[in-house]
């Protein structure tokens, strides 16, 4: 990767740049048997779409907050990629009441509603599916997102000091996220390009977004991100290590 990125968006420009093709982020929902394969330019063209929908559509501006409730998902990781491109901060988990837009999953959507701003809600269903019935209050993502555009610039420059991430808490910069990525990677087995990491862990940590998004990001690597991976036994998760090459496990 490029020593030169400073925020996480630099970090998928360059993985954009150096090898589009290769996979980046596989799901897998053990509930629903669900599994959805994004290569680096699939990845990258859902970040600038939702990029565009954060900054045209929902009109946030560098250092808004954006409440993430969502679980570990493709769909989130994208958003929190859309947010590092914008310059907003995404806090995980946070107070929807705090923010200034909201972005909720099928099960947080009464506690979403503390919002007075944007509301955005993801059904979470296999290949990005809309709602049935899109939820009261809220505009389905599955609906809004598919128009904007494949391409994104941000109005203004994103300064890699300024505030990207909040999760259990902590606040991160820009930097400091790719920092401690790149600084941490070698403990979770991230070694190089090469390195495909199988995580199983929330993203409501630095250690389940570490492992989840950004230490792959950060290392030319991937991630095999799984949700409900206790319902997997230890033969099919070992058949899943296999099949997926998988290089290290966070779980």
């Not at 740049?17 to 394969?37: H, I």
């Not at 923010?99 to 947080?108: H, I, K, L, Q, R």
């Not at 494949?150 to 300064?159: E, G, K, L």
Request: charged share 20%; aromatic share 6%.
């Amino acid at each position: 990767m490029n020593a030169t990125d400073r925020t996480p968006a630099d970090l998928l420009g360059s993985a954009l740049a150096a090898d589009p093709g290769r996979p980046l982020v596989t799901f897998y929902d053990d509930a629903t048997g669900e599994r959805v394969e994004l290569s680096v330019a699939t990845f990258a063209n859902w970040v600038a779409k939702t990029a565009n929908l954060l900054q045209d559509e929902l009109a946030a501006e560098p250092g808004d907050r954006v409440a993430l409730l969502l679980p570990a998902h493709w769909q989130t990781a994208v958003w929190l990629l859309a947010c590092a491109s914008v310059g907003v901060v995404a806090d995980v988990s946070g107070d929807p009441a705090a923010a200034e837009v909201v972005v909720s999953g099928p099960d947080t959507l009464e506690k979403a509603r503390a919002c007075s701003g944007a509301r955005i809600a993801l059904a979470l269903r296999p290949l990005g599916g809309r709602f049935p019935q899109p939820p009261e209050g809220f505009a389905d993502y599955a609906v809004e997102v598919p128009g904007q555009g494949d391409r994104f610039a941000p109005y203004v420059p994103v300064a890699p000091e300024a505030p990207a991430l909040i999760v259990a808490g902590r606040e991160f910069t820009g930097a400091e996220v790719v920092q401690r990525a790149r600084a941490e990677a070698t403990e979770l087995g991230l070694t190089g390009p090469a390195s495909r990491i199988l995580s199983g862990l929330s993203y409501d940590t630095w250690e389940g977004l570490r492992a989840g998004l950004y230490g792959p990001l950060a290392t030319g690597g991937s991630v095999v991100l799984c949700r409900n991976l206790d319902r997997v036994g230890d033969d099919a998760l070992d058949k899943r290590v296999e099949s997926e090459r998988v290089t290290a496990i966070a779980r």
